[in-house]
C-alpha cells in the first residue's frame, strides 16, 4: 500500500501488487504492467461521459492479462530463473494539460516503488514493462527511453520476437520518449527496463483512438496480440533461464 497526491490535490490509496516467482533463484529479471485504469476519458477523441472512468481493457488490462498467464505458463513449465511481477497501481492518474504538463504527475505508484523498493536490495538483471499491449492492429516500435536505458535488450527482444514470426508487431521504427513507469524504474532505481508499447503511426494522440476513450473495452482486444507479446516475454525468460539470451 501507499499513498500519493494526485495532481487534483487528492490524496490516493494506492496499491502495488508483488508476486514472486522462484523466490530463491539468485538470478532475476522483473516484468511488470499497470492494473489501474483512466479516471477520466479525457482523449481529444471521446465525444460523451468525460468524467467517467474507462475500463482500461488495453491501457492496463492488456498487461496484466499477459502477466498472468506467464505466471500459470511458468508454474505448468518450471524455468530455471526467479521472475518478479509487479503491478503499479496510479500509472494512469496524472495530468494531461497541454498548458501545464508535469510527468511526475503520472507513474505514481512505480515513483513509490523504485524510492521504497520490495524487496530491500532488489537488483533483477532488467525489466520489461508491458502497456497497452491487447489491440487490434497493434506496433511497438522502440520507444526512446527504453533505447537510452537498455538499448541492447531492447534490439535483442525486438529481433527475437521478429525471428518468432512477430515482426508485423514488433517494428525497428523508433519513436519519442513515453512518460511511463519504465521511466521512473530507470531513473530512480536505476534497473534498465523497456516498454513494450503500443503505439500506431499516424494517430492525432499518438496512441489509439480507443486510447482514454470508453471504447477501450473488450472489443478492441485481439488474441493474436497477446499472444505475440506473451510468447515473446516467455522466450526471453526460458532463453535467459537456459543462458541463451
Known amino acids: 500500500p501507499f499513498q500519493a497526491k494526485a495532481y487534483t490535490g487528492k490524496i490516493l490509496q494506492g496499491v502495488n501488487i508483488i508476486a514472486r516467482y522462484n523466490p530463491a533463484a539468485g538470478k532475476r529479471i522483473m516484468l511488470a504492467a499497470h492494473w489501474d485504469s483512466r479516471h477520466v476519458a479525457d482523449s481529444p477523441l471521446n465525444v460523451e461521459r468525460s468524467d467517467e472512468a474507462i475500463l482500461g481493457a488495453d491501457d492496463g488490462g492488456s498487461g496484466v492479462g499477459v502477466l498472468l498467464e506467464i505466471a500459470r505458463q511458468l508454474q505448468a513449465n518450471p524455468a530455471d530463473i526467479g521472475v518478479d511481477f509487479v503491478l503499479f497501481d496510479a500509472e494512469d492518474h496524472g495530468s494531461d494539460s497541454d498548458a501545464n ?14 524510492r521504497n523498493i520490495v524487496p530491500p536490495g532488489y537488483r533483477p538483471k532488467y525489466g520489461i514493462l508491458l502497456d497497452m ?42 519513436v519519442g520518449p513515453v512518460t511511463d ?51 515473446t516475454v516467455l522466450e526471453v525468460i526460458y532463453r535467459e533461464a537456459a543462458g541463451r539470451f
Open 181 to 231: 513507469d519504465h521511466y521512473f524504474v530507470n531513473i530512480i532505481a536505476k534497473i534498465p527496463m523497456i516498454d513494450i508499447i503500443g503505439k500506431p503511426a499516424g494517430t492525432q494522440t499518438g496512441f489509439g483512438t480507443h486510447w482514454h476513450t470508453h471504447d477501450d473495452n473488450m472489443d478492441v482486444i485481439d488474441v493474436r496480440v497477446l499472444r505475440a507479446v506473451g510468447q
Open 133 to 174: 499491449v491487447g489491440a487490434k492492429g497493434a506496433r511497438f516500435p522502440k520507444e526512446e527511453v527504453s533505447m537510452t536505458f537498455a538499448p541492447q535488450l531492447m534490439d535483442k527482444v525486438w529481433k527475437l520476437a521478429q525471428s518468432l514470426g512477430y515482426g508485423n508487431y514488433f517494428v525497428n521504427d523508433r
Open 101 to 114: 504538463p508535469d510527468p511526475e504527475s503520472w507513474c505514481l505508484g512505480s515513483q513509490y516503488w523504485a
